[in-house]
């Protein structure tokens, strides 16, 4: 961007840091490198989508610098977007995606990672991502900081404002970001009827998040498993909500983890719960502004042929108070 030249940036997607290992924020190296022409190229889709006509990626791909080992991104029709893993090109090295070049997409073996999410697919919350990632993202990325600080990095997050604005996007955002292990869990499907079984999932949820740390542990509506104890009326709430205190803030240390919590009605969580060491940190997602909202509209049209007398920016200014479920809801 003009307002960026002569200060020695560099703006890359999330494709661009995953296949470099960068993060927001790092010391790079640019190298001008030469890319020759590809005369083959083979593909992997990410994740269980459907494999796509091999001439129809290549249509979307032209132009592109590959190596193998990395992602590429093809944008479909509608705002989908689908990720590949470029297993193998001709020649080696880097080369350049051209009219002539031969395309293969093979079918993956089911263990390639689905699409990333990036922060550029979240829109409307910069401040927010700002601040999450200042309380996640540098305490795992960067331990060594807090250690030279002598100070304990946050352990957890609330997240809360109304549905759809976004707290599970950031969430995944984050994990993919930081390139932590993701473990998301909805509070409904921890309750059990039965005697301790609700109390022994939470434990090895926790237990599988702390073997695989650095780790993310997003608990989406965490009102249903952790209300004010003193309004509960059965007791396995009660026994849920004492289990989660204890995960949290327990004798045992919790290592890199960290919990987030998404909640549409955080005034009916027990306070036991919103004190520093267990959620150190609330951060409100509220509902986008003009900008905010413009910026979801770009994000869900980037693949939609649109017609010459659709103006987002139109749209975005008739639009108040849509979050960015409903304006997803209204490109579909």
Do not use: W
């Amino acid at each position: 961007f003009m307002e960026d030249r002569g200060k020695g940036l560099v703006h890359m997607d999330g494709i661009l840091r995953g296949n470099t290992g960068m993060g927001v924020g790092d010391r790079v190296t640019v190298a001008a490198s030469a890319a020759r022409p590809a005369m083959r190229v083979v593909l992997v889709p990410a994740g269980a989508g459907p494999v796509r006509e091999a001439d129809y990626v290549a249509h979307l791909i032209e132009g592109l610098p590959l190596l193998a080992g990395n992602r590429v991104r093809a944008t479909l029709v509608g705002s989908r977007a689908q990720d590949f893993l470029v297993k193998a090109t001709e020649p080696t090295g880097p080369v350049l995606v051209q009219s002539s070049t031969v395309i293969r997409i093979e079918r993956g073996e089911g263990n390639a990672s689905p699409s990333r999410v990036a922060y550029e697919d979240v829109g409307g919350l910069h401040r927010e991502i700002q601040r999450i990632r200042e309380m996640i993202e540098f305490p795992l990325r960067y331990p060594e900081v807090f250690e030279r600080l002598g100070i304990e990095p946050p352990r957890g997050v609330l997240l809360h404002g109304l549905p759809g604005t976004g707290k599970t996007l950031i969430a995944r955002a984050i994990a993919n970001e930081t390139e932590a292990s993701f473990f998301s869990i909805n509070g409904p499907e921890i309750v059990n009827k039965f005697y301790g079984e609700s109390e022994a999932r939470l434990r090895d949820i926790f237990e599988q998040a702390k073997k695989k740390a650095p780790s993310i542990l997003f608990i989406d509506e965490i009102d249903a498993i952790a209300p004010k104890r003193e309004k509960v009326v059965g007791d396995v709430e009660k026994r849920i909500v004492a289990q989660l205190l204890a995960l949290m803030d327990g004798l045992e240390d919790r290592g890199r983890l960290v919990v987030i919590g998404a909640t549409n009605i955080p005034d009916v969580l027990d306070p036991a719960l919103r004190r520093p060491g267990r959620f150190d940190r609330e951060i409100a997602i509220g509902v986008p502004n003009q900008q905010g909202r413009l910026e979801i509209l770009d994000i869900h049209t980037r693949g939609m042929p649109l017609a010459q007398d659709v103006s987002v920016a139109q749209v975005s200014e008739i639009t108040h108070g849509f979050v960015g479920a409903d304006l997803e809801a209204l490109c579909r």
